[in-house]
């Protein structure tokens, strides 16, 4: 619990530090699509990705959904059309329960919603075998299993949030996954990061629905 703590006020510090430190103003900043999530969405290259200019990518690495519900602000400073959230990994990895998550969940939804944008929540990826492998946060085989268990829990419920809000939910897993765990081709030595092929394929996936 103290180790929980720590992480979210240090994030909470970083998430202030970088507000302040990089400004927004509403003319300057203008997008049409904002990807906000933790490190696997930072890691994309969106402008190229998807062939545009106008996408904003506010990934932080390490951020957990508290972060994200703070910083909805930035969002709502660059006037997107459509907003795509994933988060909630690293809440799993730090042993945060499913309900909690969703609570925060709800709020963020709750929230976007209000500011009549387009949102479209994204499953939590499985984490990849090269996860346990490379010891990143997990001590045993157990403990990478039970994560993807929670993740798939997760998503479940993540997907009748979705409906009962009237927003959108895509299963990313449905094409990065296969039997709960995140295939190699598409993950890269961490077994939690994506590789560029990885990148291009949700990036396929999402296409359609920003240019429809």
Known sequence: MRRQNLWIIGLVIINVVLFFSCPVTDEAYEFDVVMIGDSITYGGDWNLLLKNEKVANLGIYGDITDGVLNRL?????LKPKICFIMIGINDLQLNRSVEDVMINYRNIATEIKNHEIKTIIQSVLHLGEKYYINHILGHDKNDWTNINEKIKILNEKLEKMALEFEIEFINLNDELSINN???EKYG???GIHLSILGYEKWAEIIKPIIYK
Not at 73 to 77: A, I, M, N, S
């Open 181 to 183: 765990v995140l295939l």
């Open 73 to 77: 602000k930035d969002v709502y400073l």
């Open 188 to 190: 890269d030595v961490t």
